[in-house]
Structure formats: C-alpha cells, structure tokens
Antibody, heavy 121, light 111 residues
Framework: QVQLVQSGAEVKKPGSSVKVSCKTP????????ISWVRQAPGQGLEWMGR????????NYARKFQGRLTITADKSTSTAYMELTTLRSDDTAIYYC??????????????WGQGTLVTVSS | QSVLTQPPSVSGAPGQRVTISCTGS?????????VHWYQHLPGTAPKLLIY???NRPSGVPDRFSGSKSDTSASLAITELQAEDEGDYYC???????????FGAGTKLTVL
C-alpha cells in the first residue's frame, strides 16, 4: 500500500515561513506528480500547486504565486512545500498527495496524513 | 468561492440512496475535463472515491458511483450506512485558472 508520510505539526509567527516535507515511496517521482492541498478550519479543500519531478515542471495556483515554493529531492523521494510571509489565515492542515496526470484528467491518490500549521502571534 | 458548485449538505436514512451534484462551466467540466470525487471523514486524510468520472479505485464499494454530463457531474451513494457520514468533494481541472479545482464540499448526514 502506497503511503505518503508528512512532517509534524508546526506553530509559526505571522510573517515567518514554514516548510513541510512529504516522503514518498521510491519510484513515485518517475511516474507521478506531487500536489499540495490545504484545508483551513471550517473550509473546504484548496489546491495549492504541484511538481512533476521527472519533467522538472512546477505549477502554482495563482493565489499562492510569489509565496509558495514546491521542490522535490529525487535522492530521498521527498517533496517539500514552503510557504512564506505567513498570515493567520494560513492556519490550516496541509496535505501532500500523489498526483496522477493524464490528458484532460488528473486526480489525487493517495494522500499524506496531513500537517497542521498554526500561525499565531 | 469555488468554480465547482456543490450543495452544502445532503442527508438520508440508512439504506437509502443519495446523490451529490457538482456543477461547473465551459472552462472545466464542460471543456471535457474529468471529474473526481473524494470522501473526507473527520480526523482522516481525504480518500479518492471515484476517478475519471465513473471509475472506482480498488477497495471502494460499488455502492458509490459517478456520472458526468455536459457541465455537471454527480456522485450517487446507495444503501447508505452510518460510516458514510462525512464531507464529499468533487475535483476537476480549470483551463482559465490553469490548475486543479475542488468544489466547496457537501456534508452528508446519515439520519
């Protein structure tokens, strides 16, 4: 069973940055992308961006451009999500997910266990 | 505000059938992008329920089914069980936004 394992919960001050990791099984990067999705308290799922390590392609949702950096370390099969200039409304559970992409079709499965990021002064 | 519209809530008694709609537009579902569905139960990670409109991943009961037509899609759940209670999200791709999009989610209550 494929498992994505994320780093632990973080508490950050407004204006600071957070970096969350997502360890994937070997071989994931050769055939799949990794996407990051967040869920703020009481809100729905929000796609943030993705990386296709094999193609060195990175796409960000417009809302996060300039504040979000997604990277991947092929040597450790680990993806990273770094969000800068944190605000209180960035408090959320952040999920990584294996992203299968096809022409006209792309979906997320499986998902990591989620990482709670709390932004508070 | 999501570009995919779902009803905020649906409910049904055990054993009944419920459907959840997902309405998009010409830049997503209507542009022939596939629709996928996720189940998100409290305290757990989202789980893929239906991919590419009407396909069930291994392990998902056949009580769950999906369909797509024009600019909308639907998730049907038959033989409703208490364990089905949770949030359900549709997801597709939007060419105007150049990225994946989710519906706002539908809370399923089993009465």
């Amino acid at each position: 069973q494929v498992q994505l394992v994320q780093s632990g919960a973080e508490v950050k001050k407004p204006g600071s940055s957070v970096k969350v990791s997502c360890k994937t099984p070997g071989g994931t990067f050769s055939r799949h992308a990794i996407s990051w999705v967040r869920q703020a308290p009481g809100q729905g799922l929000e796609w943030m961006g993705r990386i296709i390590p094999s193609l060195r392609v990175i796409n960000y949702a417009r809302k996060f451009q300039g504040r979000l950096t997604i990277t991947a370390d092929k040597s450790t099969s680990t993806a990273y999500m770094e969000l800068t200039t944190l605000r209180s409304d960035d408090t959320a559970i952040y999920y990584c997910a294996r992203h299968t992409y096809r022409v006209l079709s792309n979906w997320f499965d499986p998902w990591g266990q989620g990482t709670l990021v709390t932004v508070s002064s | 505000q999501s570009v995919l519209t779902q009803p905020p809530s649906v409910s049904g008694a055990p054993g009944q059938r419920v459907t959840i709609s997902c309405t998009g537009s010409s830049s997503n579902i209507g542009a022939n992008y596939d629709v996928h569905w996720y189940q998100h139960l409290p305290g757990t990670a989202p789980k893929l329920l239906i991919y590419a409109n009407n396909n069930r991943p291994s392990g998902v009961p056949d009580r769950f089914s999906g369909s797509k037509s024009d600019t909308s899609a639907s998730l049907a759940i038959t033989e409703l069980q208490a364990e089905d209670e949770g949030d359900y999200y549709c997801q597709s791709y939007d060419s105007g936004l150049s990225g994946s999009v989710f519906g706002a989610g539908t809370k399923l209550t089993v009465l």
